[in-house]
């Protein structure tokens, strides 16, 4: 069975790019356009990862995941936050609240790819 990916992001033309390459990997892929939906849909499909965007619309990347973190029933779901937020305070931030990795933008499409593969293989 595939695994899920959740793509949260309010960039629309990055949300399509991400998804198409996501699905030609082989990923059972749905797409959130801001962090309200992100963390709803998170809620109800039960993601085995989540790509997010730090900066979105609603709730902030930073805030999902933090959220993600403390329900023990979503622990167990690998995040990769994806921001233009280059800071080392910013990646701190993001590492301290639980994301598994921390890619900064802009990103090579290949290594993102190459995350998401080893933190699903981690999981299993």
Same mark, same amino acid.
């Given at each position: 069975?595939?695994?899920?990916?959740?793509?949260?992001?309010?960039?629309?033309?990055?949300?399509?790019?991400?998804?198409?390459?996501?699905?030609?990997?082989?990923?059972?892929?749905?797409?959130?356009?801001?962090?309200?939906?992100?963390?709803?849909?998170?809620?109800?499909?039960?993601?085995?990862?989540?790509? @997010?965007?730090?900066?979105?619309?609603?709730?902030?990347? &930073?805030?999902?995941?933090?959220? /993600? %973190?403390?329900?023990?029933? +979503?622990?167990?779901?690998?995040?990769?936050?994806?921001?233009?937020?280059?800071?080392?305070?910013?990646?701190?931030?993001?590492?301290? @609240?639980?994301?598994?990795?921390?890619?900064?933008?802009? &990103?090579?499409?290949?290594?993102? /790819? %190459?995350?998401?593969?080893? +933190?699903?293989?981690?999981?299993?």
């Amino acid at each position: 069975m595939a695994s899920k990916v959740l793509i949260a992001d309010n960039e629309a033309n990055l949300l399509i790019s991400l998804e198409y390459l996501m699905q030609r990997q082989g990923f059972d892929v749905s797409m959130a356009r801001d962090g309200t939906e992100a963390m709803k849909m998170i809620r109800q499909q039960r993601p085995d990862l989540v790509v @997010l965007d730090v900066m979105m619309p609603g709730e902030s990347g &930073f805030e999902i995941c933090q959220q /993600v %973190r403390a329900d023990p029933s +979503l622990r167990h779901i690998r995040i990769v936050m994806l921001s233009a937020k280059a800071r080392e305070t910013d990646i701190a931030k993001g590492k301290a @609240l639980g994301a598994d990795a921390y890619i900064v933008k802009p &990103f090579s499409t290949d290594d993102l /790819v %190459r995350q998401v593969q080893i +933190l699903l293989k981690e999981a299993r």
